[in-house]
């Protein structure tokens, strides 16, 4: 949904036409006394998660864009959050820094109570679907695709959790999860090739693919990417690092070669 | 005698830096009927004295569900803990709402003592008069705790607040070293035997007490806050009783078992 938003053609955001019935256009068509957040500015693409043996593992690339250029190449889009969970999101990247306060907040009063009980990804899910949704009520979403994975100690031992909330409050929890183009581009390859209880570098291996496929086919993505995990032990999000790519097919060689024209 | 000059109102010290409403407040505790409270590492109970306020009435409520998991018992003015119960059933509600998990008994308690903390500390109101035992589950197991009017709260193996709790208590302190590792079916028969201290002579039986469970089964599956049914713990009322009428018997039985022991085993021939 992330994707679509972007424009169609040249620099800056623009209004895509037909695109989410956020009640952009009515709200500016009113003259305007409070303006409603209509599109994103600077988003950052997929984001891709997957359950494994040991947590969950993140993923996704450092770019942002300003519309259709690619404007920021250094940008964090996963970060921890407390003891038990990291979280990971595409669409407007100023959305993800406020909703990365709120959670600030929450994970500072949880141990304030000082009373041993933390928050594990559950609950911060939970959290922020009712945080979204609210907002998309009152018009004004958090332009986001957020994913969030942990690992909590529960009644039954370790529990792995994951799931994804987007800007309009679907929310829901699966063994792999991906945003934007992640959804059309990476879910069949997941879809094919996840088991359960994968080593790490099983693990790995299938989001490297998605990746690459996801560098190859998403014009917004770039080749920098960064992939974390969450296990019992915490959190680590790896420094990035990028894909070696191929370009020698021959299609690609004398690409006219089926389309004589002047150009 | 001194101190009814220093207990007008709860904002009012008194020379020895004692609160006198306060601690009034804590008398009506003592004045409503018994309940107790126990706890395993895995399941807490709650029992308490059905007192009807005459014969032609019916009893008082006193143990409340707040949540799946959680559970009150009260002792002291019931209509001040009725509407405590609302507000712990509300705080877990909201909480369900917002976070799809259950309020950790913990902070349950501290709510309820922050409450009760306000009421000690504004000239215009007056403390809670109820004690309550608050029984229920946490990741880390199964918790009870005591909330007093004063806004103080304990963590407690075993406890019992009330009239003639003092009886109670005094058989609780012998028994409860063992709790942590108690089946439920034992937790249950502990706080009868706990109430039965309290009725001094009244016969007690499942008309004159109500008693509550709610624990974590070996699985992880929760089983919820709910009260034990009347025929349920007639049974239970009526297997202590047994044991109890056959002291004697059941020694003299061991003392065999440990003769026949001492022979070979069948096996072994």
Known sequence: MDGFAK???????????????AGGSQAAAGGGATQRTQYPYVTGTSVIALKYKDGVIMACDTGASYGSTLRYKSVERIKAVGKHSIIGASGEYSDFQEI???LDELTLSDHMWDDGNSLGPKEIHNYLTR????????????WNSLVIGGVKKGPKGDEKYLGMVNMIGTHFEENHVATGFGNHLAIPILRAEWHEDMTFEEAVKLVEKCLLVLLYRDRSSINKFQIAKITTEGS????????KTYWGFTHFE?????????? | MFRNQYDTDVTTWSPQGR????????EAVKQGSACVGLCSRTHAVLA??????????????KVFRVAEHAGVALAG??????????????????????????????????KLADKAQVCTQRSWKRPYGVGLLVAGLDESGAHLYYNCPSGNYFEYQAFAIGSRSQAAKTFLERRFQGYKDYTPEQLIKDALSAIKETLQGEKLSSSNCTVAIVGRKDDGTIEPFEMIGAARIQELIDSMEVAEEAPAEASSMQEEERGSEDAAAPMDI
Not at chain 2, 48 to 61: F, G, H, I, M, T
Not at chain 2, 81 to 86: A, E, N, P, Q, W
């Open chain 1, 7 to 21: 424009s169609i053609g040249g620099g800056g955001p623009n209004v895509p036409a037909g695109s989410h019935p």
């Open chain 1, 131 to 142: 945080v979204m949704y609210n907002r998309r009520n009152k018009f004004d979403p958090l």
């Open chain 2, 77 to 110: 003015l019931t209509a001040d803990g009725r509407v405590l119960s609302r507000f712990l059933r509300n705080e877990c509600i909201n909480h369900s709402f917002v976070y799809e998990a259950p309020l950790p008994i913990s902070r349950l308690a501290l």
């Open chain 2, 19 to 26: 609160l006198f409403q306060v601690e009034y407040a804590m």
């Open chain 1, 236 to 243: 680590t999000i790896y420094p990035p690092y990028s894909l």
């Open chain 1, 254 to 263: 004398n690409p006219a070669q089926g389309a004589v024209g002047s150009w």
């Open chain 1, 100 to 102: 990365l306060r709120y």
């Open chain 2, 48 to 61: 308490a004295v059905n007192k009807p306020a005459s014969e032609l009435s019916s009893y008082q409520r």
